[in-house]
Nanobody, 117 residues
């Protein structure tokens, strides 16, 4: 079963930047490459929400609240996706997860991103 491993979170002040990454080691490369991959986040006390998606050919989509600040990318050869987060705001504080756009993989532990005012 594929369970991605997320990394790169941390504590940053508002206006700062972080890059989180995810590796789906157990995925068959061809399967990973066929999937629309996504970043999700779960703020404290709230439900998990979709943040960004990226197709096999690296066409991205973003939720309105992160447009212009976040950039999703993927490395198909290494079965990784990344999320570059700039101009971070306290409301971006959450645990960040990666999965397919349909949530087909098992959920990993996520990586905590905390943005202080």
């Amino acid at each position: 079963q594929v369970q991605p491993v997320e990394s790169g979170g941390g504590l940053v002040q508002a206006g700062g930047s972080l890059r989180v990454s995810c590796k789906a080691s157990r995925a068959i490369t061809s399967v990973f490459n066929s999937k629309i991959m996504a970043w999700y986040r779960q703020p404290p006390g709230k439900q998990r929400e979709l943040v960004a998606t990226i197709t096999r050919l690296s066409s991205p989509t973003y939720v309105d609240s992160v447009k212009g600040r976040f950039t999703i990318s993927r490395d198909n050869a290494n079965k990784k996706i990344h999320l570059q987060m700039n101009d971070l705001k306290p409301e971006d504080t959450a645990v960040y997860y990666c999965n397919t756009d349909k949530g087909e993989f098992s959920w990993g532990q996520g990586t905590q991103v905390t943005v202080s005012p």
